[in-house]
């Protein structure tokens, strides 16, 4: 099985609007796993970028304040993710370790 159809599989799976999702949900295989992992980082990066637009975009302190909050709790689960999927990705672990160096 391809990449593109792994997290094709992936990201049927994690369309949460489908009620039948609920009634019997089908486990992930090791790579539906990794790819489902790397499409949550990308979703975390994407509101990232979305409450940065908007944290500009006013000079309300309140709301600012609470962007800012919700950012920096996006950031931790970016990370969070990260460590999961070097976990369980080895050569993924190895990349980003020797990128940081």
């Not at 039948?20 to 489902?36: I, M, Q, R, T």
């Not at 940065?52 to 600012?64: I, M």
């Amino acid at each position: 099985m391809n990449k593109s159809t792994i997290i094709k599989k992936a990201l049927t799976k994690l369309s949460l609007s489908d009620p039948k999702l609920y009634e019997n949900p089908k486990k992930f295989d090791d790579g539906e796993f990794l790819a489902a992992i790397r499409y949550v980082i990308i979703a975390e990066m994407d509101a990232i970028n979305l409450y940065e637009s908007l944290k500009v975009s006013t000079d309300n302190k309140e709301f600012k304040d609470l962007i800012e909050h919700i950012i920096t709790e996006e950031k931790q689960h970016a990370a969070e993710l990260q460590n999961l999927l070097n976990k369980h990705d080895l050569e993924q672990k190895k990349i980003f370790e020797d990128e940081v160096e």
